[in-house]
């Protein structure tokens, strides 16, 4: 029966790859045969009206006054003035199609490298029913969603026991967890935000406990990345009677855990600011021009080793590398054990810098690294970080490492949000896939 499978399985991949090429063979011929010699007009003014996008949406985020909503108007313009020519000169129809097929090459290459890729999901191990669970819920994370979903009865009813984060004082949950587990407790777990999620986390790794995530925050991007229900956070305690295990890395910044990421620069110079929850927008609009200038923030300096990068403007130290080579899973981590940090720089200083980033001549303009550790330093002794979402602001340097399958993560053993496994693109197993394959008899 594996060999019959696997002979469909290939035979199912060596058509997909042949129709890849053969959609990449169709979108050239529509743009030969409709456009013909047109076809050099409409590349160059797509590459121009993205070239004049790119470096006017610059301007806009770094100048001020008139010249800012000059900037935003021409940026609004430039793909309008593309879709005019391509109807004037009736080609509209004819980049539409070879779009569409160009997509169904990509989708068809995508089914056909199912399998070749390394995000696999994380392995899930066996684990026991929990006698003492103890919860921590915040009723104002993510809009009300405790109370809204009755979670504090829900996760009673199941044997939890649970504390409210209420009241206008701040409490010191580490301190709330650390004595649940002294009474007794044998699993953890958090209904908030990422912040809340990760001083917990920090607790359950430190015993080596169980730790339960309940989608109730805001973004829940720990939770998504876990596969966890983020419509229905009360699904989450299906952990507590029908759970598996992850083992997933766990970060620290200056012996501060993290879940999802620690950023430096100019993000998280603007939530520093006073007036930036109550006006997010306006204040970015008004700070960025000076921060992007360097006219206003630390000069930053961060180390990967032997590896040095001077002066970015923002440098983000995920909990895990995040997905660059699908489109659909930017900003999602496809496995939290990786065991190593993501690190991506920005240096960006000019629109000519800005359009460099599309021809990938900026080559220090846009970095990505994967690292076991990272100091950023900086020419001010303390520099604002933003920690899983949280503004703090730390002395310099600053330290990130990470410690590979520190948490034991619970969850439930169906997760509606997993995500599966997208190949990287490689060209070569694909031609070979859609290459004749000789027939040899089987013994």
Same mark, same amino acid.
């Given at each position: =029966?594996?060999?019959?499978?696997?002979?469909?399985?290939?035979?199912?991949?060596?058509?997909?790859?042949?129709?890849?090429?053969?959609?990449?063979?169709?979108?050239?011929?529509?743009?030969?045969?409709?456009?013909?010699?047109?076809?050099?007009?409409?590349?160059?003014?797509?590459?121009?009206?993205?070239?004049?996008?790119?470096?006017?949406?610059?301007?806009?985020?770094?100048?001020?006054?008139?010249?800012?909503?000059?900037?935003?108007?021409?940026?609004?313009?430039?793909? #309008?003035?593309?879709?005019?020519?391509?109807?004037?000169?009736?080609?509209?129809?004819?980049? #539409?199609?070879?779009?569409?097929?160009?997509?169904?090459?990509? @989708?068809?290459?995508?089914?056909?490298?199912?399998?070749?890729?390394?995000?696999?999901?994380? +392995?899930?191990?066996?684990?026991?029913?929990?006698?003492?669970?103890?919860?921590?819920?915040?009723?104002?994370?993510? $809009?009300?969603?405790?109370?809204?979903?009755?979670?504090?009865?829900?996760?009673?009813?199941? %044997?939890?026991?649970?504390?409210?984060?209420?009241?206008?004082?701040?409490?010191?949950?580490?301190?709330?967890?650390?004595?649940?587990?002294?009474?007794?407790?044998?699993?953890?777990?958090?209904?908030? %935000?990422? %912040?809340?999620?990760?001083?917990?986390? %920090?607790?359950?790794?430190?015993?080596?406990? +169980?730790?339960?995530?309940?989608?109730? $925050?805001? *973004?829940?991007?720990?939770?998504?990345?876990?596969?966890?229900?983020?419509?229905?956070?009360? *699904?989450? &305690?299906?952990? @507590?009677?029908?759970?598996?295990?992850?083992?997933?890395?766990?970060?620290?910044?200056?012996?501060?855990?993290?879940?999802?990421?620690?950023?430096?620069?100019?993000?998280?110079?603007?939530?520093?600011?006073?007036?930036?929850?109550?006006?997010?927008?306006?204040?970015?609009?008004? =700070?960025?021009?000076?921060?992007?200038?360097?006219?206003?923030?630390?000069?930053?300096?961060?180390?990967?080793?032997?590896?040095? #990068?001077?002066? +970015?403007?923002?440098?983000?130290?995920?909990?895990?590398?995040?997905?660059?080579?699908? &489109?659909?899973?930017?900003?999602?981590?496809?496995?939290?054990?990786?065991?190593?940090?993501?690190?991506?720089?920005?240096?960006?200083?000019?629109?000519?810098?800005?359009?460099?980033?599309?021809?990938?001549?900026? *080559?220090?303009?846009?970095?990505?690294? &994967?690292?076991?550790? #990272?100091?950023?330093?900086?020419?001010?002794?303390?520099?604002?970080?933003?920690?899983?979402?949280?503004?703090? =602001?730390?002395?310099?340097?600053?330290?990130?490492?990470?410690?590979?399958?520190?948490?034991?993560?619970?969850? +439930?053993?169906?997760?509606? $949000?997993?995500?599966?496994?997208?190949?990287? =693109?490689?060209?070569?197993?694909?031609?070979?896939?859609?290459?004749?394959?000789?027939?040899?008899?089987? *013994?």
């Amino acid at each position: =029966m594996s060999l019959h499978y696997e002979q469909r399985s290939s035979v199912r991949q060596r058509w997909s790859a042949r129709a890849a090429f053969g959609a990449v063979i169709g979108a050239v011929a529509v743009l030969v045969v409709f456009a013909g010699a047109r076809t050099l007009a409409l590349f160059a003014v797509t590459v121009s009206a993205l070239v004049v996008g790119v470096a006017t949406l610059f301007w806009f985020l770094t100048s001020r006054g008139v010249f800012r909503w000059i900037s935003l108007t021409i940026a609004v313009l430039a793909p #309008i003035v593309v879709v005019v020519y391509l109807v004037r000169a009736q080609l509209l129809w004819v980049a #539409i199609l070879a779009l569409g097929l160009a997509a169904l090459a990509a @989708l068809s290459a995508r089914a056909a490298l199912g399998g070749a890729t390394k995000d696999a999901p994380t +392995p899930e191990h066996a684990a026991s029913i929990p006698q003492s669970p103890f919860l921590i819920m915040n009723p104002r994370s993510g $809009g009300g969603k405790v109370g809204r979903f009755d979670l504090k009865k829900r996760a009673e009813a199941l %044997g939890a026991e649970v504390v409210l984060l209420e009241g206008p004082d701040t409490v010191d949950v580490e301190t709330v967890a650390r004595k649940a587990v002294e009474r007794g407790a044998d699993l953890l777990g958090v209904a908030g %935000g990422d %912040g809340t999620q990760a001083l917990v986390a %920090g607790v359950a790794a430190e015993y080596d406990l +169980p730790f339960l995530v309940i989608s109730a $925050g805001t *973004r829940n991007h720990f939770a998504s990345d876990l596969g966890l229900d983020l419509t229905d956070p009360g *699904r989450c &305690l299906d952990a @507590l009677s029908d759970g598996v295990e992850l083992r997933v890395d766990l970060g620290t910044i200056d012996g501060r855990t993290f879940v999802n990421n620690a950023s430096f620069g100019a993000y998280a110079q603007v939530v520093q600011s006073p007036a930036y929850r109550d006006a997010k927008t306006g204040t970015i609009l008004q =700070m960025l021009p000076d921060v992007i200038a360097g006219h206003d923030g630390a000069r930053l300096i961060a180390h990967l080793g032997d590896l040095e #990068i001077e002066g +970015p403007q923002a440098v983000l130290v995920s909990n895990g590398p995040y997905r660059t080579h699908d &489109l659909v899973g930017l900003g999602h981590r496809a496995r939290l054990d990786h065991g190593l940090l993501g690190v991506v720089t920005i240096s960006v200083s000019s629109a000519r810098q800005a359009v460099g980033l599309l021809r990938r001549t900026h *080559r220090h303009g846009l970095t990505q690294h &994967l690292s076991g550790d #990272i100091t950023v330093d900086a020419d001010e002794p303390m520099i604002p970080v933003g920690v899983d979402g949280e503004a703090l =602001m730390l002395g310099t340097p600053v330290r990130c490492t990470i410690t590979p399958r520190a948490l034991r993560v619970r969850v +439930p053993r169906v997760r509606p $949000g997993v995500r599966p496994p997208t190949p990287a =693109m490689d060209w070569v197993r694909l031609f070979r896939l859609a290459a004749p394959q000789r027939v040899g008899h089987v *013994r």
